[in-house]
Each structure stands twice: as structure tokens, then as C-alpha cells.
């Protein structure tokens, strides 16, 4: 009895280590579909002893139309959908398919004359009695995709996804809030405080325009938006005449910048202690921001307001990729009180009023891109990482101009060019 126990193990050992994808009978019951003893062509079918009986389920999602342990109608085994037409397991399904795909029907032969009982145990021993019971039981070959058509029909549900995205964009833009009229006030003040203040309105290009053309690496000197003093071929020494030049555009675009936060009444009213680590926090990264505005992809040009040449490769970093999200003048002047009323600057003192106007000033930009609807993906979030690019930037020039202030001599620094960047943290 020992003996006969023994040898159950080893099949029961055997049989649940079956997988139901493979088309080829397991080794050790190639002799017969149903244990070791041969049996004539002209004996009976028998299912095997329940005592060896194993249940290879495949676990996963299971259709709400589907009765609870529902069985395949090929094998018996736990069923998990309609496939070609009929209730099947997963491995009746793949078995299915991969017969019809690589037509491998006409080869499948039985040993016992094509009457084998099929089962979840004896399903892998007989490939011609298994497709047939899924014939009989009316699984539809012609359900099955060729690969042009298997290709045809992948295309065409990425193409319904991406209609079923854009449908959920237009419903969200038509649900998202757009500006209060408390909201379209703050973004009219800031943005008269950005056109009054930025030297690329109408008045400043009809008395000076200067375009850069890109191109020539030996006129290259300095890198707007992203880097700062070109070394020269030493790799230490800052280009003197390269600074002097920097210092003359610099010098008016922080008056600029200082004259747009005097425009704002939340500004002005913070404490002057306050007003200054906003302003020397924000200088460059605002400037930052307005010279990579003005970068036009298309002709590869940079308006500046003077006379400083700089490299492509440069430029193109220095546009931090702006140029996509097509800013208009409110947007700009929004991202930059956004940029100036940063409450985590080190030494103020009205940190949770910085705090209440930069929320201010971040829920009307929100609404006002829901306004604008654009038409790029996730706008705002993308948009929110270029004022996270932009704070790298600023703290990045900090550190140059500890290097510069060791390299060029003081009577280069313009005082307000001292002023804004002496004594900031890197």
C-alpha cells in the first residue's frame, strides 16, 4: 500500500507542475493520457482516480458576468471569460489561439483514436482532443487575428485611447475654474507691472533691437538664462572684456526687475528688510526668465538690449524650453510674482504674509491657464517645474559670482550689481 502511495506522490509530484501553455505532453505521462498502464484502441475512455486529481487555476481579474467558479467548457477547469465565443480558462484560450495562429491542427494526432477525455488533468496529453473539443463545444476560429490583423486592431485601440484622452481633457478644461473677478485684478496689476517693466514692449524695440543670430563659436561670450561667465582657454580666468559687457545689460535689467515688485502694493508694504532678500532671492531668476521668453526657436534668435553674442548650444539650454508652452504677457508676469514672493527665502520676518500672496498669486495663475486652455498635456504641473528650474538657476549665478568677485577687480561691479548679488546664500 506504501508502495502505491509512493508512486501517487510522484504523478500528483508531476502532473502540478504542468503548464497549460505548452503543446507538448509531459515526459513522464507520454506512454498513456491517463497513467502508466497501456490500454487498447478499442477500450473505454476512463478519467483518472480522483486521488491524484490537481487544480491548476490561473488566478486574476474575473468578468462580473461569470458565475462564481464557473468552469471552462474544453477542460473543466476555473473559467475567466468569453473567449472566441465561448466560456474558457486562460489555458484553453492560449492553446486555442496559438493553433489557429501557427496552424498546427492538421499535425496534432491521437494515439487512442481521437476519444480522449479532456479534463484540467489530461488537457496537455492530447492536442488533437483538446482542439476538437473546442470545435464541438463552438469556440470560432475565425475570432482568432492573424498578425496584420492582430497589428490593426492594437492601432486601433491606442487610437481610441488617446480620442477617450482627449475627450477627458476638453470635459476637465470645461470643468476647471477660471478667474474670480478679485483674481482678474491681481492678474491685471501684474500684468501692467511686467509691460511697464520689460524692456521687450513696443517702445523699447522701435529705440533698440538686437538680434543674435546663432552660429559662430568664436563670437560666443556668454549664456543668457542658464550659464554665466565664459571661461577662457585657461579654464579659470573669467573673460574681462566678456564681464564688462554683461555688467552693461545686467546693470538696467535689475532696475527693471526692482521697479516691477515697486509696482505691487503687496510688495511695497512688507517691511524693507523684507523687500530686499525678496529682491536679491529673485533678481536672476527673473531676469532669467525674461531673457528666455524672448528666445524664438524658429529663427533661432534671442532679443537682448545690447550688444552680447552667445553660443548656440548655449542659447538653447539658457531657453529652459519655454518656447513650447507659448506664454503670453499675463503668464510671464504671474510666474514672476510667483518667483518673487517666495516665503522661503533665509532672514524674513513676514513669512506667512509672503506665504498668503504667493498662494494668492499661484491659485489666479492656475485659473487664468484654465482660462487660456492650452493644449498641452498636464500645462500647469510642466509649468510649475520651470519655476523649480528657474530657482536652480539663481542659485547657480550665486555661486559663479563668488568666483567672479574673486577673479575681476571690484571697479567692474556696478554698485546695484553688488548690491542685488553681495552676501547671497549658494
Request: glycine share 6%; charged share 25%; with cysteine.
Amino acid at each position: 500500500m506504501s508502495h502505491v502511495c509512493a508512486v501517487c506522490e510522484i504523478l500528483c509530484h508531476s502532473l502540478s507542475g504542468l503548464d497549460d501553455d505548452n503543446t507538448e505532453p509531459s515526459a513522464l505521462l507520454c506512454l498513456h493520457p491517463f497513467g502508466s498502464a497501456a490500454r487498447s484502441p478499442s477500450a473505454s475512455p476512463l478519467r483518472p482516480p480522483s486521488p491524484i486529481a490537481v487544480s491548476v487555476s490561473v488566478a486574476g481579474y474575473i468578468p462580473s458576468y461569470l458565475e462564481k467558479d464557473e468552469p471552462c467548457v474544453v477542460c473543466g477547469d476555473k473559467a475567466t471569460g468569453y473567449h472566441y465565443r465561448c466560456i474558457t480558462c486562460e489555458g484553453c484560450k492560449g492553446f486555442f489561439r496559438r493553433t489557429i495562429q501557427k496552424n498546427l491542427h492538421p499535425s496534432y494526432s491521437c494515439k487512442y483514436e481521437g476519444c480522449c477525455i479532456i479534463d484540467k488533468i489530461t488537457r496537455n496529453q492530447c492536442q488533437l482532443c483538446r482542439f476538437k473539443k473546442c470545435i464541438t463545444v463552438g469556440m470560432a476560429m475565425d475570432l482568432v487575428l492573424d498578425d496584420s490583423k492582430r497589428v490593426a486592431k492594437r492601432r486601433l485601440i491606442e487610437q481610441n485611447r488617446e480620442k477617450r484622452k482627449k475627450e477627458e481633457m476638453v470635459r476637465m478644461l470645461q470643468t476647471r475654474p477660471e478667474p474670480d473677478s478679485s483674481e482678474w485684478e491681481l492678474i491685471r496689476m501684474l500684468t501692467e507691472a511686467h509691460r511697464n517693466t520689460n524692456a521687450q514692449g513696443a517702445s523699447w524695440k522701435q529705440k533698440r533691437k538686437f538680434m543674435v543670430h546663432l552660429g559662430s563659436e568664436e563670437t560666443a561670450r556668454e549664456d543668457i538664462g542658464q550659464g554665466s561667465m565664459v571661461p577662457t582657454s585657461d579654464g579659470d580666468k573669467v573673460d574681462l572684456e566678456a564681464f564688462s559687457e554683461f555688467t552693461k545689460i545686467m546693470t538696467p535689467a535689475i532696475t527693471r526687475v526692482v521697479d516691477f515688485a515697486k509696482k505691487l502694493p503687496m510688495f511695497s508694504e512688507l517691511p524693507c528688510e523684507d523687500q530686499i532678500i525678496l529682491l536679491k532671492g529673485c533678481c536672476m531668476e527673473i531676469m532669467s526668465l525674461r531673457a528666455a521668453v524672448r528666445y524664438d526657436p524658429e529663427s533661432e534668435t534671442l532679443t537682448l538690449s545690447g550688444e552680447m553674442a552667445v553660443k548656440r548650444e548655449q542659447l538653447k539650454n539658457g531657453g529652459l524650453g519655454l518656447a513650447q508652452f507659448n506664454l503670453d504677457d499675463t503668464e510671464v508676469a504671474l510666474m514672476q510674482g510667483v518667483l518673487l514672493m517666495s516665503s522661503d527665502r533665509s532672514g524674513l520676518t513676514s513669512v506667512e504674509k509672503i506665504e498668503q500672496v504667493q498662494e494668492a498669486f499661484l491659485l489666479a495663475f492656475e485659473h487664468y491657464i484654465n482660462y487660456r486652455k492650452h493644449n498641452i498635456p498636464h500645462f500647469w504641473p510642466k509649468l510649475l517645474m520651470k519655476v523649480t528650474d528657474l530657482r536652480m538657476i539663481g542659485a547657480c549665478h550665486a555661486s559663479r559670482f563668488l568666483h567672479m568677485k574673486v577673479e575681476c577687480p571690484n571697479e567692474l561691479f556696478p554698485p546695484l550689481f553688488l548690491e542685488v548679488f553681495e552676501d547671497q546664500e549658494v
